[in-house]
């Protein structure tokens, strides 16, 4: 059995966006429940210096909408960083999950050996389609979701892993 670069990319991008907003769903009514001010939550961190909640969505979802956009070799959808609420932050994964759905199997299907050059810093990094989402954009796309998740977890947020898959 073999599985495409779309399979491996949109649909995984997506499912797990959903999964983040529920997560953010949670974190939202855990706010509410206790008495806490959601900017609280949405400004935390892991550590001083990691960035906090807000951040690491937008990060994930640029993630997302950026690696889908390089494979089918479009033009990246821009959003700007905005969002201040959990409201905020899941119309940005519904806008980006909406995005999604546009791309079409044929798009992003064969190019794994595409080149993909993304700038770090001062520095670009050359891939091939394949190399750039297995060892790049995945893994950092997985990152912010499952930080998102930790930051909300260690606020005190009732989450568990059946939450991060979506079945919570």
């Excluded at 529920?22 to 935390?44: R, S």
Aim: proline share 4%; glycine share 8%; hydrophobic share 45%.
């Amino acid at each position: 059995m073999t599985i495409s670069m779309y399979q491996a990319s949109v649909p995984v991008f997506s499912g797990v966006l959903k999964n983040l907003s529920h997560v953010l769903a949670k974190g939202e009514a855990h706010a509410a429940a206790n008495g806490i001010d959601p900017a609280d939550l949405l400004t935390a961190r892991l550590a001083p210096d990691m960035l906090p909640l807000t951040a690491q969505v937008q990060i994930a979802t640029d993630h997302a909408k950026g690696a889908s956009a390089r494979l089918a070799g479009r033009e990246i959808l821009r959003i700007e960083d905005t969002e201040k609420s959990f409201a905020d932050l899941k119309a940005r994964i519904d806008r980006v999950r909406d995005h999604l759905k546009t791309y079409r199997p044929e798009e992003i299907d064969g190019s794994e050996d595409r080149p993909v050059a993304i700038k770090v810093g001062k520095a670009e990094l050359p891939f091939t389609g394949q190399q750039y989402l297995l060892a790049y954009a995945m893994g950092n796309f997985y990152f912010h979701v499952v930080t998102a998740y930790d930051i909300l977890r260690h606020k005190g947020v009732v989450l568990g892993k059946a939450d991060f898959f979506g079945r919570g």
